[in-house]
């Protein structure tokens, strides 16, 4: 069935490195995906999302990367600070169901000072 | 200021017990949702609704109900809740079925 998972559960980087969290996903028929920050205790909070007919897409600091050959989704943090320190998921949502998100497992962002 | 508010924030209750976990967005959204994540921190819909009318509804047994007011509010009502039930529920709303997604803070319910 189809399914969203990441590639590693915690992902350990120094301060001030670029961060890379990978995502992959079963389902081609997938056509908009999205990015959550979860902090401890508190909600999933929108990073970045992008849709299926791009390619690539950037915010402040943080670049989605999505490629639909491989399934794949990529979130790319600039110059990682102890405040990225966080759980981050990715999730898709189909077209023929769009309120409907189906999440990764997570993975851990610890930020070593 | 909280955008997608939920209560209790924390819930410790017996198995056996009914309770209700309330939620209210002041987004101006027209769609709403409850996730439930479990220990290993897994996200999953629950239920969806568009204006007060459910439009997705998982495979979620039937001790679950959801009830919407209003537009802008969505309770989930549990009862004779079980052990497995203990998880971390989780507001949300959207301006269209498909949109962002914002969550709320979350309900961390404990049935002992």
């Known amino acids: 069935g189809e399914s969203v998972g990441l590639h590693l559960p915690t992902l350990s980087v120094q301060e001030g490195d670029n961060s890379i969290i990978n995502c992959a996903y079963s389902?081609?028929?997938?056509?908009?995906f999205i990015w959550y920050k979860q902090e401890s205790g508190k909600g999933p909070q929108f990073i970045i999302d992008i849709r299926s007919n791009m390619d690539k897409r950037q915010g402040q600091r943080v670049t989605v990367l999505l490629n639909k050959t491989v399934k794949h989704l990529s979130l790319q943090i600039a110059a990682t600070q102890p405040g990225d320190s966080a759980v981050y998921f990715c999730a898709h949502a189909m077209s023929s169901n769009t309120g409907k998100l189906i999440f990764g497992q997570g993975t851990t962002l610890q930020v070593k000072p | 200021d909280t955008a997608v508010s939920q209560t209790p924030k924390y819930l410790v209750t017996q198995m056996g017990n009914d309770k209700s976990i309330k939620c209210e967005q002041n987004?101006?959204?027209?769609?709403m949702y409850w996730y439930k994540q479990d220990s290993k921190k897994f996200l999953k819909i629950m239920f969806s609704?568009?204006?007060?009318?459910?439009?997705i509804n998982e495979t979620v047994p039937n001790r679950f109900s959801p009830k919407s007011p209003d537009k802008a509010h969505l309770n989930l009502h549990i009862n004779s809740l079980e052990l497995g039930d203990s998880a971390v529920y989780f507001c949300?709303?959207?301006?269209?079925?498909?949109?962002?997604?914002?969550f709320g803070e979350g309900s961390w319910l404990t049935v002992v």
């Open positions: 609704y568009n204006n007060k009318e459910l439009i």
């Open positions: 987004l101006g959204h027209d769609t």
């Open positions: 949300a709303s959207s301006s269209v079925s498909g949109n962002t997604i914002y």
């Open positions: 389902n081609s028929a997938s056509d908009y």
